[in-house]
Nanobody, 118 residues
Framework: QVQLVESGGGLVQAGGSLRLSCVAS????????MGWFRQAPGKEREFVAR????????NYDDSVKGRFTISRDNAKNTVYLQMNSLKPEDTAVYYC???????????WGRGTQVTVSS
C-alpha cells in the first residue's frame, strides 16, 4: 500500500523557518516528480513547488520563490520543503504528492499544519 507521510509542521513567528519532510513508503518514487501543495482555511488547494525525479528541475509558485526550497533524497524516498522568511499568509495545511502523469498528482499524504503568527 502506498503511503506518504508529511511531518515538520508547527507554529512559528513571521520571519521564521520550518523544514517539512515527506516520506514515501510502499513503492519507490525515485522515477517520479514530487510536489508540495497547501490549503488554507476556506481556500482551494494550491501548488507550492515541484521537483523532478532527477532533482535537476524545480518549479515554484511566485508567492514562495526565493523563500522556499524543495529538495529530495531518492535513497530515502523523501522530499523536503525548506521554508524561510515565513509570512502569516503561508499558514495552511501542506501536502506532498506524487506526479504519476504530467501535471497529474496522485498518492497524497494527509498533510501537516503550518501556522505562522504575526
Amino acid at each position: 500500500q502506498v503511503q506518504l507521510v508529511e511531518s515538520g509542521g508547527g507554529l512559528v513567528q513571521a520571519g521564521g523557518s520550518l523544514r517539512l519532510s515527506c516520506v514515501a513508503s510502499g513503492r519507490t518514487f525515485s522515477a517520479y516528480a514530487m510536489g508540495w501543495f497547501r490549503q488554507a482555511p476556506g481556500k482551494e488547494r494550491e501548488f507550492v513547488a515541484r521537483i523532478s525525479w532527477s532533482t535537476r528541475s524545480t518549479n515554484y509558485d511566485d508567492s514562495v520563490k526565493g523563500r522556499f526550497t524543495i529538495s529530495r533524497d531518492n535513497a530515502k524516498n523523501t522530499v523536503y520543503l525548506q521554508m524561510n522568511s515565513l509570512k502569516p499568509e503561508d499558514t495552511a495545511v501542506y501536502y506532498c504528492a506524487v506526479e504519476t502523469e504530467p501535471n497529474e498528482y496522485n498518492f497524497w499524504g494527509r498533510g501537516t499544519q503550518v501556522t505562522v503568527s504575526s
